[in-house]
T-cell receptor, first 115, second 111 residues
Framework: ETGVTQSPTHLIKTRGQQVTLRCSSQ?????VSWYQQALGQGPQFIFQ???????GRGNFPPRFSGLQFPNYSSELNVNALELDDSALYLC??????????????FGPGTRLTVL | GQNIDQPTEMTATEGAIVQINCTYQ??????LFWYQQHAGEAPTFLSY????GLEEKGRFSSFLSRSKGYSYLLLKELQMKDSASYLC????????????FGAGTRLAVHP
């Protein structure tokens, strides 16, 4: 069973640029969630994708957008980068059930630094 | 609003027992998770409670009281490798898998 993978591991961008982060879900999982984790804080929910549609969003501006592909891999896009976007970005995959959820498995994360 | 509180830091001795508390106030509740996160790594799942009571899993146990909005994670026979951050997270209702995380408790285990 393949776990959740993310790329790249580290990334340095400058303010105003755009970035795309990638995630491959665990085999058999149909749902992917993205979280932002600032240093010393817990992860903050950005959004979730289920069957290629966004089905839940946290308190993040529209410049944070995403995609989920038919093979359940996913991208997180951030436009007009700001210094405060510097964080660890975590992808988590799960199997969404009728009850509303299941255990999420996290990838190793992408460390984004905005200068 | 959504609020999850846990102590920022704790220290303990190898071989001892430590209890990490978590209190929560969320709009909706559909289960509480505990994750372990070593520095620079992904959170890894430790336990899940959706009903009141104690769930035991080897050296780790987790307790939930929904009426009090309270949970704790109990770690027994502490080992040096247990030094990590422990994250309490509540799954809120709404038909999707949104987790609200606390800021985490950084546990340092000393010889």
């Amino acid at each position: 069973e393949t776990g959740v993978t993310q790329s790249p591991t580290h990334l340095i961008k400058t303010r105003g640029q755009q970035v795309t982060l990638r995630c491959s879900s665990q085999s058999g999982h149909n749902t992917v969630s993205w979280y932002q984790q600032a240093l010393g804080q817990g992860p903050q929910f950005i959004f979730q994708y289920y069957r290629e549609e966004e089905n839940g969003r946290g308190n993040f501006p529209p410049r944070f957008s995403g995609l989920q592909f038919p093979n359940y891999s996913s991208e997180l896009n951030v436009n007009a980068l700001e210094l405060d976007d510097s964080a660890l970005y975590l992808c988590a995959s799960s199997i969404l059930q009728a009850s509303g959820g299941n255990e999420q498995f996290f990838g190793p994360g992408t460390r984004l630094t905005v200068l | 609003g959504q609020n999850i509180d846990q102590p920022t830091e704790m220290t303990a001795t190898e071989g001892a027992i430590v209890q990490i508390n978590c209190t929560y106030q969320t709009s909706g509740f559909n289960g509480l998770f505990w994750y372990q996160q070593h520095a620079g790594e992904a959170p890894t799942f430790l336990s899940y409670n959706v009903l009141d009571g104690l769930e035991e899993k080897g050296r780790f146990s987790s307790f939930l009281s929904r009426s009090k909005g309270y949970s704790y994670l109990l770690l027994k026979e502490l080992q040096m490798k247990d030094s990590a951050s422990y994250l309490c997270a509540v799954r809120v209702s709404g038909g999707y898998n949104k987790l609200i995380f606390g800021a985490g408790t950084r546990l340092a285990v000393h010889p």
